[in-house]
């Protein structure tokens, strides 16, 4: 069975939006993530989500999630796809709003050989 990237996705979604390397020793800038008011059922729906994106959804597609019981939602649109030391990799746009919080974020992903996603890097925007 595959294993989800919920903890893949939780380090795209709240480290993702460092834009500065100072902020990463202070914390306050998780006040004002998404991620900070994801319940259990937010972060479930957005790691479905996430699970599709990498694997099937084609680039330049949206894929949607939202919690109507929260209000979070979501989209994952991959970017593009390309082949890297004989792995897939590609890079997502992610965006995330929970609470009165919106965030984007762009990552890119690549596929182990076991077929579990691994987060690379930040990707620039294109």
């Known amino acids: 069975m595959k294993m989800s990237v919920?903890?893949?996705?939780?380090?795209a979604?709240?480290?993702?939006?460092v834009v500065q390397p100072a902020a990463a020793f202070d914390l306050q800038w998780l006040n004002q993530s998404p991620a900070r008011y994801f319940t259990d059922e937010d972060w479930k729906l957005s790691e479905?989500?996430?699970d599709k994106a990498l694997d099937t959804t084609k680039?330049?597609?949206t894929l949607s999630w939202k919690n109507?019981?929260?209000g979070a939602n979501?989209?994952?649109t991959p970017i593009s796809t390309t082949t890297e030391q004989?792995?897939?990799c590609r890079e997502v746009k992610i965006f995330?709003?929970?609470g009165t919080v919106d965030a984007t974020s762009f990552m890119k992903f690549c596929q182990k050989p076991d077929g579990k996603w691994a987060l690379v890097s930040d990707a620039p925007p294109k």
């Open 59 to 61: 680039d330049g597609e």
């Open 48 to 50: 479905e989500a996430s």
């Open 68 to 70: 109507p019981a929260s």
């Open 86 to 88: 004989g792995m897939t």
């Open 6 to 11: 919920r903890p893949v996705v939780f380090a």
């Open 13 to 17: 979604i709240v480290f993702g939006l």
């Open 74 to 76: 979501g989209t994952y």
């Open 96 to 98: 995330n709003h929970a």
